[in-house]
């Protein structure tokens, strides 16, 4: 019975050892910024096994009003592109992302190597109306969210044979200069008429 529960425990470590993580994080250009400006969440991608990016989907949601609209703008190294658009409300539709490699004769592109980015959402914030903005990626419909592959084996991984993390951001928007100033002058108007 020992040696069995040994072997359990054994073949539970080979497992977690085994274990293949990837990782798709986000950081904001800001962290607060005001109504009706605009500012960038840029999309990295990151694995334990590989060397470069080789492609993937996924999404980004928000359920913010403040939001107005988002664009998606690939990285350079992206040859293979599919821009599911903006959803509304702060949600954006999946987008697909990839490049061709055969080691040897297709090396990976420059800029896609682990930990570097995938690409940007241009974020436009509404005219009007202040809070936080929590951003989360979503994970992909399809059979996976992040494919690597390894510039001289050829080997390919994704997140579908491990753990995928998916990463969140937020962003705090203040009311402008201006009308924090119209507020300070309302303030003063009703001070005055109740002399």
Known sequence: MKNAVALIAVAGIA?????QNFSLSMTPSVSQTVEGGNFTVTVYGDADMGSHILGGAFGLSSDSALIDSMTWSPAAWSAFNTDGG???NGNYNEVIFGQLVIP???????????GEAIGSFQVNLAASG???IDFQLVAS???????SVDSVSGALADDSQGQLSLGSASVTVTPAPSALALLGLGGLAAGRRRR
């Open 15 to 19: 497992s977690v050892a085994a274990a």
């Open 86 to 88: 903006y959803a509304g």
């Open 104 to 114: 040897g004769i297709f090396p990976p592109a420059p800029g896609s190597e682990l």
């Open 130 to 132: 202040a809070g936080v």
């Open 141 to 147: 419909t399809g059979d996976f969210s992040l494919q």
